[in-house]
């Protein structure tokens, strides 16, 4: 059960640009290791894998209420990036933001992620929408 899992040890970060909102988890800006940002009216999903990447991969979100895999591509230009990106209106957004304290985000091949469904995250959602 992911809730059981030991979160990831970090913090989110919320961060309004020109054009975007982002809000990143990791141990500080340079460390990041999950994004979630709003931007051309949609939320992107992005996993940091540390070495570049060629081949998407399934990317799965695990809530108390809903779980699905979606695909994650690598991010043109930045090659340490798997992302996968959503209507703002997406069911999969809004279990994210009020889950039961914490989502888990699995990518194959890659560590799994046990994040904490702080504020940041409903603030990304909710600048898209």
């Known amino acids: ?46 996993y940091v894998t540390g070495r570049a990447q060629t081949a998407a991969r399934a990317m799965t979100i695990r809530t108390e209420t809903l779980t699905r895999t979606i695909e994650a591509r690598p991010v043109a230009g930045q090659g340490e990036l798997l992302a996968a990106f959503l209507a ?29 469904a702080w504020v940041e995250v409903s603030r990304v959602i909710e600048d898209c929408r």
């Open 1 to 46: 059960n992911y809730l059981d899992a030991p979160q990831t040890p970090g913090d989110w970060d919320y961060a309004r640009e020109p054009g975007e909102t982002l809000a990143q988890f990791g141990t500080g800006i340079s460390e990041a290791r999950f994004i979630l940002r709003c931007a051309d009216g949609q939320v992107g999903l992005a």
């Open 88 to 116: 703002p209106s997406d069911p999969l957004l809004d279990a994210m933001a009020i889950t039961k304290g914490r989502f888990a985000v699995l990518v194959e091949g890659q560590r799994s992620l046990y994040l904490p």
